[in-house]
Each structure stands twice: as structure tokens, then as C-alpha cells.
């Protein structure tokens, strides 16, 4: 499941790296130490010519979805890449597109750009990418599928309002600011939960019903991600101002705390309860991380270098990025040994 990355903000180096698996395994508990825990080996994936890619997403079958750059003006591009083949998606006429999930049927979501430079949320299927239009404004987002391929996003209202939406049978639906004056919609279960944000506070809708999470003691919080047992990860603010993950076991949030850093974000949850996300180290670097039972394990890319993790898939697979050479991200999925 998409959310604004942290790779975004690294700067474009000039060097390129061709794709690569290298067995690596890092360990390390929430003081930043060495910890006994299970071992990844990650899996470079390469680019679709261009410099930079992300994985936003993997299914059951190890199919994954995000984003690359494309020469030669280093526009991205959405993709999904299947038994080491990357297939550029294209786009809805415009320049740009961006893929955030991918349900085990092999459809696929997101967002472009059109020719006349809106930004519309897409499902793609078959082959071919479909404009899933907004409330009335401006620009949409989709964000997540789930297995009955109802898709979750935000849209502009006519009225100028940021409003979360399912989109199912053909069709998008308003629902409602979910208790603030704005609403983004970030993931939906197979029991059609909906997760996300709304003036900054995460949310959970069930149903005809939302629940507003709190925070771990600051001003927001964020849920990011919801798996088929409605577990919630996330991310929250703390009393002192850093920013830590969370999961949320349907009574209250539990702080995942960091590889030693001053902050980490959950990005997605297994149905074994498993959270993946990112979190800065006491090098300063910033390092994947999957979290389970207590335990954060860092997931570095080859050689250890910098990443990012952004999914789960039900296998335990994790996809996200890592740096390849100074600058540059590669699209990584961390297969466990």
C-alpha cells in the first residue's frame, strides 16, 4: 500500500546499478543491538530503464507493483514485475503513473496522470489501465484493493472538499469526512474495514461505523495498513514530538518503538501480525524493518545499505526499496530463509 515515501526525498545520483539477488541478513532489537531473529535475503528488481524504483505492493504469487523511472526524462511509470520480467503499465495519457497495491486476482491500482495533467485514480486489469474518475473535483488517489476488488483512495469533492472513496461495481462513493473537516482512505480488508487518516487522527470504519484511534501522546496519528483479523498498523506522534510505529489490536495502540533511531512508520501488517516499515537506526541511516512479537528486525539492502519497506505479502514476503549505489533506490522484495 502506497504511502509519500521517504525515497522520494533522496537525492538522483548519476549512477546506475543493474539488478542483483545477494543473500544479506541484519538483525538488531528496538535498542539498536544484535538480535537473534529470522534472516532475508534480498531481491534487487531493477528499473524500467531509468535510474530509481519502488515496490509498493506483492501478492500471494509474488507478483509486485510500484513505480520506476523511465528514460529519458525520468518520469515515472507504474509497473509490475512477475518472474523477473518488469512490465511498464503506461499510463492514462499523461506523463506519470503510480501503482499502490495488487489483490491476488492480478488487479492493480493507483493513480496517473491524464493527458490534459489531472491526477485520477486507476485499476488496471487485462491489460488495460480504466480511469476510475473522482466525487466532482479536481484529482483522485487510489490506494488499495481488496480481494473483491473494491478499491479505497481520496478524491476531491465539487465542493473542494478531500474526502475518502470506495470505488466498487463501477462506481465511486463519498464516505463522508469520518469525523474531521478531510479524509484519506489508506487500506481495506477482505470484511471491507477501512483504514486511514482524518484531521490527523487514524481511523477505522466498520461498517456504518468509524472509530477514531487516538494518538501514542502527541498531536496524529495515521493508520496505514489493516489485515483479514482487523489488526491496524500505523504511525503516531509521541509526547516528546518523534514519531514512532504502531499496532493497534482493537483495543489500544502499541508502541513498536525503533531500530535505536528517533522515529519509525508502519507500513503494512500481516495476518500473523507482523508489521513492516521504516525506521531511522543510531547511525542516523534509515533501514527497513519487520516487526514481530517485540522483536524489530532492520532490513538492509545488499552490501547493508539504506531501505525502505512498504508491504507484506501473505507468503511474508516484503517489498519496498533499497539503495543500490549513492542516490539510487532499486525496487527490493526480502524473501525470509
Known amino acids: 500500500m502506497y504511502r509519500p515515501r521517504l525515497a522520494i526525498l533522496l537525492a538522483l545520483g548519476s549512477l546506475a546499478c543493474a539488478g542483483r539477488e545477494s543473500p544479506t541478513e541484519v538483525a538488531m532489537d528496538q535498542a539498536g543491538s544484535p538480535a537473534a531473529a529470522a534472516t532475508y535475503s ?14 509498493n505492493a506483492v501478492n500471494g504469487a509474488g507478483v509486485v507493483v510500484g513505480y520506476s523511472s523511465t528514460p529519458p526524462t525520468g518520469d515515472v511509470h507504474a509497473f509490475r514485475w512477475r518472474n523477473g520480467n518488469m512490465k511498464d503499465l503506461g499510463t492514462l495519457g499523461g506523463p506519470t ?22 491526477e485520477r485514480a486507476f485499476l488496471w486489469e487485462n491489460g488495460v489501465m480504466h480511469n ?12 488499495a484493493i481488496s480481494p473483491e476488488g473494491h478499491v479505497v483512495g481520496y478524491s476531491e469533492t465539487a465542493a473542494g472538499n478531500q474526502r475518502a472513496f470506495i470505488w466498487r461495481d463501477g462506481k ?29 487522527r487514524a481511523f477505522i470504519k ?59 512508520v508502519g507500513e503494512d ?57 549513492q542516490g539510487v533506490m532499486h525496487a527490493t522484495v526480502w524473501r525470509r530463509q
Open 42 to 55: 534480498p531481491l534487487i528488481l531493477g528499473t524500467l530503464g531509468g535510474q530509481n524504483s519502488w515496490a
Open 97 to 118: 503513473s503510480i501503482a499502490t497495491d495488487i489483490n491476488a486476482a492480478g488487479q492493480i491500482v493507483g493513480y496517473s496522470e491524464t493527458a490534459i495533467g489531472q
Open 206 to 264: 466498520t461498517g456504518s461505523s468509524t472509530l477514531r484511534l487516538g494518538t501514542l501522546g502527541g498531536v496524529y496519528s495515521r493508520a496505514n495498513a489493516v489485515n483479514s483479523m482487523g489488526l491496524v498498523a500505523g504511525s503516531s506522534e509521541l509526547a516528546n514530538g518523534e514519531e514512532h510505529a504502531f499496532l493497534w489490536n482493537g483495543r489500544k495502540l502499541r508502541d513498536l518503538g525503533t531500530l535505536g533511531g528517533d522515529f519509525s
Open 269 to 325: 501488517v500481516g495476518d500473523d501480525g507482523s508489521v513492516v516499515g521504516t525506521s531511522r537506526a543510531p547511525n542516523n541511516e534509515i533501514y527497513a524493518f519487520v516487526w514481530k512479537s517485540g522483536t524489530m528486525t532492520a532490513l538492509k539492502g545488499h552490501g547493508g545499505t539504506r531501505s525502505e519497506a512498504f508491504a507484506i505479502g501473505p507468503d511474508g514476503t516484503i517489498a519496498g526499496t533499497s539503495e543500490v549505489a
Open 172 to 200: 465511486m462513493y463519498n464516505l463522508g469526512p469520518l469525523g474531521g473537516s478531510y479524509s484519506i482512505a489508506q487500506d481495506i480488508n477482505r470484511k471491507s474495514q477501512i483504514v486511514g487518516e482524518s484531521d490527523l
Open 132 to 143: 476510475l474518475g473522482t466525487l466532482g473535483g479536481g484529482y483522485s488517489r487510489a490506494h
